[in-house]
Nanobody, 126 residues
Framework: QLQLVESGGGLVQPGGSLRLSCAASGFRLDAYSIGWFRQAPGKEREGVSSISNNGLVTNFAHSVKGRFTISRENAKNTVYLQMNSLKPEDTAVYYC???????????????????WGQGTQVTVSS
């Protein structure tokens, strides 16, 4: 059974940091590109960052560029999203997703992704 599980969310003050993890089970993550998406209440799900299957290509939304980094450890079947200098507008449920058809690219379009995790809540508030 293919499964993605996010972890690492929580409550953090503005300016703080969190590291999200996306762990895969039931399939080898190195055959997939991974994207991180987020959805705030009342808003559409948007792409935040993505990384190709070999880690050589990354992509970031303009709103997080310079603050977030993405990395992967294929040996651990895990992808990470390091979030620094967090802002209240980063508050959302964060999802990771896997794409087999676009594995060589780092795309931020939801339709390119086949498998999704259940999400982890990130709240940035003082």
């Amino acid at each position: 059974q293919l499964q993605l599980v996010e972890s690492g969310g929580g409550l953090v003050q503005p300016g703080g940091s969190l590291r999200l993890s996306c762990a895969a089970s039931g399939f080898r993550l190195d055959a997939y590109s991974i994207g991180w998406f987020r959805q705030a209440p009342g808003k559409e799900r948007e792409g935040v960052s993505s990384i190709s299957n070999n880690g050589l290509v990354t992509n970031f939304a303009h709103s997080v560029k310079g603050r977030f980094t993405i990395s992967r450890e294929n040996a651990k079947n895990t992808v990470y999203l390091q979030m620094n200098s967090l802002k209240p507008e980063d508050t959302a449920v964060y999802y990771c997703a896997a794409s087999g058809k676009a594995r060589r690219w780092a795309l931020l379009e939801r339709d390119e992704y086949d498998y999704w995790g259940q999400g982890t809540q990130v709240t940035v508030s003082s």
